[in-house]
T-cell receptor, first 114, second 111 residues
Framework: DTAVSQTPKYLVTQMGNDKSIKCEQN?????MYWYKQDSKKFLKIMFS???????INETVPNRFSPKSPDKAHLNLHINSLELGDSAVYFC?????????????FGEGSRLTVL | QKEVEQNSGPLSVPEGAIASLNCTYS??????FFWYRQYSGKSPELIMS????GDKEDGRFTAQLNKASQYVSLLIRDSQPSDSATYLC???????????FGQGTRLTINP
């Protein structure tokens, strides 16, 4: 069983479209994250949820809207996609928010905006 | 100044040699430090964590931390071609409940 699973793995879409990525973890962790990795491999945190509560919201455009229906799921919806949104989006989970060291990553969702 | 800095490489090391990867960080209050390995097209995976000054060894890997110099390093002994990957340094930012990553060092082990 995959510990952190994301769907879809690949998205190719046109500028201006809206897309969603789903994430689920079966590790029983309380905290989940969205990270963005650009073409230079730089991995940057976007959002963090702890037990469905938003605790980190970095300076991300409000076209990006995360949603956590329960502590095992964290989804990401992106409106009005732009070329600069092309990246790999990683979902991750960790046992607790106060010591967020050990992150368990999903396989990533590669988004290409044309 | 970036919060976590690494030399992006590429770093090329012959098989069997010691690979040395370095990382500096800006938040003097940071208490937790991690090394992740990321193979091409894959997700990052945790290989080492260190919280106290000094060395921590795990198999062929040794993490070294010097909080006074705000410096953390990873040594890989007896390097193997399978160690070829990007190594990401990550630092727990005190009070912010988040992990900040460096830009990664691409390591190539030459047979």
């Amino acid at each position: 069983d995959t510990a952190v699973s994301q769907t879809p793995k690949y998205l190719v879409t046109q500028m201006g479209n809206d897309k969603s990525i789903k994430c689920e973890q079966n590790l029983g962790h309380d905290t989940m994250y969205w990270y963005k990795q650009d073409s230079k491999k730089f991995l940057k945190i976007m959002f963090s949820y702890n037990n469905k509560e938003l605790i980190i919201n970095e300076t991300v455009p409000n076209r990006f809207s995360p949603k956590s229906p329960d502590k095992a799921h964290l989804n990401l919806h992106i409106n009005s996609l732009e070329l600069g949104d092309s990246a790999v989006y990683f979902c991750a989970s960790s046992p607790g928010r106060l010591a967020p060291g050990e992150l368990f990553f999903g396989e990533g969702s590669r988004l290409t905006v044309l | 100044q970036k919060e976590v800095e690494q030399n992006s490489g590429p770093l090329s090391v012959p098989e069997g040699a010691i690979a040395s990867l370095n990382c500096t960080y800006s938040d003097r209050g940071s208490q937790s430090f991690f090394w992740y390995r990321q193979y091409s097209g894959k997700s990052p995976e945790l290989i080492m964590s260190i919280y106290s000054n000094g060395d921590k060894e795990d198999g062929r890997f040794t993490a070294q931390l010097n909080k006074a110099s705000q410096y953390v390093s990873l040594l890989i002994r007896d390097s193997q071609p399978s160690d070829s990957a990007t190594y990401l340094c990550a630092v727990g930012i005190q009070g912010a409940q988040k992990l900040v990553f460096g830009q990664g060092t691409r390591l190539t082990i030459n047979p």
